[in-house]
């Protein structure tokens, strides 16, 4: 049986380039592709050479975010990101302005979360 592998997951955000400029400064990312998208919307595809983020917007108002997507079926939980270092990438969240949550040191490893602008949690964890 040939083995799935993650290539991208897509979700919808307020401000696609600023979100993908975001996601560039704190993880060392770069914008695969971007440009109009679904609907008359805009996407950046922002991420490694082997995997990467859809961020997408749709024309019109921006969409509400959820309040609790753990409650929500189909709801985005958290986007898990793997870091080197982990005390590196904690001072570029709180240096951008963003608050860490929920520090944890457990196997396989430490880990701590924020959320965005736009609410969406972000799971930042190293196993080094």
């Not at 914008?31 to 082997?50: E, L, P």
């Not at 975010?65 to 793997?82: E, K, R």
Request: net charge negative.
């Amino acid at each position: 049986m040939s083995q799935g592998i993650l290539e991208h997951v897509n979700f919808t955000v307020s401000d696609p380039k600023a979100t993908a400029a975001m996601l560039c400064d704190l993880f060392g990312w770069h914008i695969r592709w971007q440009g109009a998208a679904k609907d008359n919307g805009y996407t950046v595809h922002v991420g490694s050479g082997s995997d990467y983020l859809a961020i997408y917007s749709g024309p019109g108002d921006t969409p509400k975010p959820w309040q609790d997507s753990y409650s929500q079926l189909g709801g985005l939980n958290h986007v898990g990101i793997i870091v080197d270092d982990l005390n590196a990438v904690e001072a570029r969240v709180k240096a951008a302005g963003y608050e860490p949550i929920n520090h944890a040191d457990y196997e396989p490893g430490r880990r701590f979360y924020f959320r965005d602008g736009d609410n969406i949690e972000y799971e930042i964890v190293s196993y080094a």
